[in-house]
């Protein structure tokens, strides 16, 4: 197992950048705005061949925010339909798409008010 571990750790090498991206995005999905969060889809999926990577990095930090606020469990069962979406071969934006505007109803509410 710790292999696998150590084989995961290199190809992250030379990303950091990305997933601290990522981090500041999804910790902060209550204070981002609709249009900034699809704005930063294509720096956040641009690698198609990484996104399982990306939706198990982001279920991870759903998961510290349940503490925080119960609605991020139904985030993280949309992470994994998202990814049962993919793996059956959907429409790939439209799936991500799906994912980033369902996640942040999920958080802000479907009517928005800011």
Do not use: H
């Amino acid at each position: 197992m710790q292999i696998g571990s150590v084989k995961k750790a290199l190809r992250l090498k030379g990303k950091e950048d990305e997933y601290i991206k990522i981090n500041k995005i999804f910790k902060n999905l209550e204070n981002i705005d609709i249009i900034d969060l699809i704005t930063s889809k294509e720096d956040i999926f641009s690698n198609r061949e990484e996104t399982e990577e990306i939706l198990s990095y982001i279920n991870l930090i759903f998961f510290d925010k349940i503490k925080e606020n119960p609605r991020y469990i139904k985030c993280i069962e949309n992470i994994e339909e998202t990814k049962d979406r993919i793996i059956k071969n959907c429409n790939y934006d439209m799936t991500i798409d799906n994912f980033i505007v369902t996640v942040w109803e999920e958080i802000n509410g479907k009517y928005y008010r800011g």
